[in-house]
């Protein structure tokens, strides 16, 4: 009788995992617009000047970060606690609250999973910009921002501890005042985004 009840247990929780699998998919008209594509350009074109190849931009990521740009722009409430790592309540994901000693670390991580069909680790970088009735601007201050930042920086040009980092893929998302780039080591299966109309 036990053995029945543990077989009946793993099919009932191994159909859940698959249906909540097939639940992740990203929309097929997905899309990102001229501004978001312009700051993938930028990424891509300071990493020629450090000598590194492109980055694939990602449909999954792009997803992501567009996602989380707009639960921060809807519901992030800044604090010394929980910086913009951190997703909220009102969303259909895992929230948390990510501190600046990365405990809540693989909250983030595992969001492109959580959220796609991407089954990489995803890392985050995100930028706050009063520059929201001038995008050319905000995609500017976001880029320079990041370059300023050197726990930014490093991830963009693969230093310090990104050193041996190969990115293949990376998501943009702008909403509002917020700027957010997700970058991957594997490749994203789902492709690239579409172009908004």
């Excluded at 050197?150 to 293949?168: C, L, S, V, Y």
Aim: with cysteine; proline share 3%; net charge positive.
């Amino acid at each position: 009788m036990k053995i029945r009840f543990i077989i009946f247990f793993l099919i009932i929780t191994f159909s859940g995992i698959l249906l909540f699998a097939q639940d992740k998919k990203v929309l097929p008209d997905f899309c990102i617009s001229e501004t978001e594509l312009e700051l993938y350009k930028l990424i891509n074109n300071y990493r020629k000047d450090k000598g590194l190849p492109p980055i694939e931009l990602s449909k999954s990521l792009s997803f992501v970060a567009k996602t989380h740009a707009k639960d921060l722009a809807e519901n992030y409430k800044e604090s010394d606690r929980c910086n913009m790592h951190s997703w909220s309540k009102k969303g259909d994901w895992v929230s948390c609250c990510y501190t600046n000693n990365h405990r809540k670390a693989e909250c983030m991580w595992y969001k492109p999973r959580e959220l796609t069909n991407y089954q990489g680790i995803g890392y985050e970088i995100a930028f706050y910009s009063s520059y929201p009735a001038d995008l050319e601007n905000q995609v500017e201050a976001s880029l320079e921002g990041w370059k300023k930042s050197k726990g930014h920086n490093t991830i963009i040009i693969n230093r310090g501890q990104w050193k041996k980092a190969h990115w293949k893929s990376i998501g943009i998302g702008i909403y509002e005042e917020y700027v957010v780039a997700w970058l991957g080591q594997e490749v994203d299966t789902d492709g690239k985004p579409l172009m908004c109309e």
